[in-house]
T-cell receptor, first 114, second 119 residues
Framework: DQQVKQNSPSLSVQEGRISILNCDYT??????FLWYKKYPAEGPTFLIS?????DKNEDGRFTVFLNKSAKHLSLHIVPSQPGDSAVYFC?????????????FGQGTILTVHP | EPEVTQTPSHQVTQMGQEVILRCVPI?????FYWYRQILGQKVEFLVS????????KSEIFDDQFSVERPDGSNFTLKIRSTKLEDSAMYFC?????????????????FGPGTRLTVL
């Protein structure tokens, strides 16, 4: 089941620079997308989301961009901080009669170097 | 800030034994979920629960699995006869309610997980 894919297993960035995490999806029924951050031995922590009726959503240092025609979304973190080092998961859900089941990507390990 | 809690944090069991994983969702949430993550793999959906019944389940969620909301606060996942391949982190999640998808939101809040080890 590869409906949501994060093709980069890892990303290394210098503190203060921009981190860009990418996610692709194949299911046209997905209409809501979320990014979660996960530290080892903890549960995923919700970061930011975007509905398919938008192409951008911003919350502080985090911005999510959605390109529906390309079935692609990205998470931008500016500026990156060492505390941002974690695994980032992209997730998607289909609305309508769905009760909100999330389909996750494989995750990208972000390392922010001081 | 309200959070989802899960107990135990780590459960070790013998193959064939029954286990019950417990979760206390956020109090005003209406939708409840179980997910699991086998080591090195994706987080996978198991089951969703709304209005005191299963609303959706994955093909992983076979007859060995069951969920229950025995009172107003707890949400449990039972595995009747554990197999080696059930070893994983199990995450409970909850969501407030209302429309989801493009007409609403679908932020789910996750607990810290229970690490299940089947020997």
């Amino acid at each position: 089941d590869q409906q949501v894919k994060q093709n980069s297993p890892s990303l290394s960035v210098q503190e203060g620079r921009i981190s860009i995490l990418n996610c692709d999806y194949t299911n046209s029924m997905f209409d809501y997308f979320l990014w979660y951050k996960k530290y080892p031995a903890e549960g995923p922590t919700f970061l930011i989301s975007i509905s398919s009726i938008k192409d951008k959503n911003e919350d502080g240092r985090f911005t999510v961009f959605l390109n529906k025609s390309a079935k692609h979304l990205s998470l931008h973190i500016v500026p990156s901080q060492p505390g941002d080092s974690a695994v980032y998961f992209c997730a998607a859900s289909a609305g309508g009669t769905s009760y909100g089941k999330l389909t996750f990507g494989q995750g990208t390990i972000l390392t922010v170097h001081p | 800030e309200p959070e989802v809690t899960q107990t135990p944090s780590h459960q070790v069991t013998q193959m064939g034994q029954e286990v019950i994983l417990r979760c206390v969702p956020i109090s005003n949430h209406l939708y409840f979920y179980w997910y699991r993550q086998i080591l090195g793999q994706k987080v996978e959906f198991l089951v969703s629960f709304y209005n005191n019944e299963i609303s959706e389940k994955s093909e992983i969620f076979d007859d060995q699995f069951s969920v229950e909301r025995p009172d107003g606060s707890n949400f449990t996942l039972k595995i009747r006869s554990t197999k080696l391949e059930d070893s994983a982190m199990y995450f409970c999640a909850s969501k407030r309610g209302g429309a989801s998808g493009s007409t609403g939101t679908n932020e789910q809040f996750f607990g810290p997980g229970t690490r299940l080890t089947v020997l």
